[in-house]
């Protein structure tokens, strides 16, 4: 059987452009002893894929070039040479940017069981559910009632960190781009701020407006300018919980930093970066399910998702993330 | 009886000049019930008080101008009015930049019982001391065996930090500059870097010789170059302690933060700032008194006293704490 996957020959440099990314194919050998083939039904994008573009390790290992690139897919068991698996079995693993994946069992894992439509295991429940969870929860220690703000918060994580913070009764501030995912957060009770046509002092004058007593808690996703606005609103003992800093990932020459981390030292505050992969994270995904599947299952999650079809778009789909061309999760549908 | 003080009639910009500071006396009226009249003996000299020199509120008020400056101080009891204290009795007290304070009971501490020369409780046993041991074990929960390092490692606060965490076992690398600070380090088996006439990279360089495989708590008094060569230098999990960052308490316009605050996220490191004053820290006093006072009192801890005499000389003594004059706690002898 043919697998159609996507690769890259060299690393970009700055934003990739549509020609890194080479559709290829291959003729999969026949199934090794504890193997499983999958034809995949969603593949996911996400930004951290731009950091395994560059050739040097920083928390995952790069993509080796002219190899399948990789990345969480839902797909339906074809055939199994593990017993835990049998053809026609929903399965989530990270053999994505492919239609047909083939791989050790040990890689694949059933879906939970929880009435909800399989790709929320690639958005809502998995990765990027995770990620806003673990964020606000385990690294921010985020308390009822808090004040809190979240940048990019219209995107696949911010939107559903804005969304378990007003769960927990807290004041929440999103910052977005688009005059839609604006009114997308407020009609979920956010206030919402845009960053566009801003430098730093007018966004964190605007945020100051939003949650005039400051912030406790800050999700970050972007740095640049949001980081140095936020700074500038922070309350004595706030909790900055880096998930992310996009801002910087398809930069050539480095950004300055924030010009004022003082006060990190004036307000007492605590600023952590997290990788949600992590095995002292990962283990609490249990608990995850168990905090965040019911309000899935029971729709009180509004999470957007914005679909690619077909293998052949899943490059346009992942350089959507960087141009402000999602709501919610980025998926491909196959 | 006569008082005479320093005082300031305007905000410094910048790095103060000496004209900034006005001698002035005045006569102290009649002890009120619960007051108590200290002839000083010894008066401390921090970076701190820069910040309230600048007439906004941080985290502490600032200095009003035309009235005494305040700071630590340490000095006998000439006559009280509050039965908790006699004549001769040693006091610390915050009524610091003046000859003879006159002040409540209340704000008068009786020196604990150790064999160690007054003083001590204005530098190693005092605020520098109390906040090296904070920033290492509370701030940064450093453990047995870690790897350290600290800015301004020949500073009051960071030469006290050095051996605090040499006495845990730990390796430690200190940043100063002067030869002979950078001797004296090496002498308490610190391995001790110069930042002087480098940037950002190269200092990163150099701290990656002396602990080649990165650091896990850094101990930041300075920012700047120091901040962005640490980053570059931390491992996964490693915590900074912000204490201080010197670098920006005189600079006019705010200077660029690190271009690399991504380690954060990289390493998973964590920064928290922290005010050695604030109740949830300084409410441990009692216990670091009796970890670190017998270190001092059995003479196993070096630490360094540069003394200015005379009141006269106190601004010149403060203003020599920017110019990398002191080694250890800056101290003026009445």
Known sequence: MESRYFTIHSHPKGLPTRDVFSLESRTLPALEAGEVRVRNRWLSVDPYMRGRMDGVTTYVEPFT?????????IGEVLESRDERFSPGDLVAHMGGWRDVAQLPGSGLQALPDLE???????????????TAWTGLNRIAQLKEGERVLVSAASGAVGSLAVQLAKAKGCH??????????????????????????KDAR???????DAS???????????????????????????????????????????????????RLLIRRARMEGFIV?????????????????????????????????????????FLKLFEGGNTGKMLVRL
């Open 65 to 73: 070039l002219g190899q399948p690139l990789e990345g969480a897919a």
């Open 116 to 130: 909800v439509p399989p790709q929320a295991f690639l958005g809502v429940l998995g990765m990027p559910g995770m």
């Open 172 to 197: 929440v501030v999103g910052i977005a781009g688009a005059p839609e995912k604006l009114e997308w957060l407020e009609s979920l009770g956010v206030r919402a701020v845009s960053y566009r046509d």
């Open 202 to 208: 007018q966004l964190g004058a605007d945020l100051h």
């Open 212 to 262: 005039p007593e400051g912030v406790d808690v800050y999700y970050e996703n972007v740095g640049g300018i949001c980081l140095e606005a936020a700074l500038d609103n922070i309350r004595v003992g706030a909790r900055i919980a880096v998930c992310g800093l996009i801002d910087g990932y398809n930069a050539e020459t480095p950004s300055p930093g924030p010009s004022n981390l003082s």
């Open 277 to 317: 992969t992590d095995a002292q994270n990962w283990e609490h995904y249990p608990t995850f399910l168990k905090d965040v599947g019911p309000l899935v299952a029971q729709g009180k999650l509004d999470y957007k998702e914005t679909v690619e079809d077909g293998l052949e778009r899943t490059p346009d789909a």
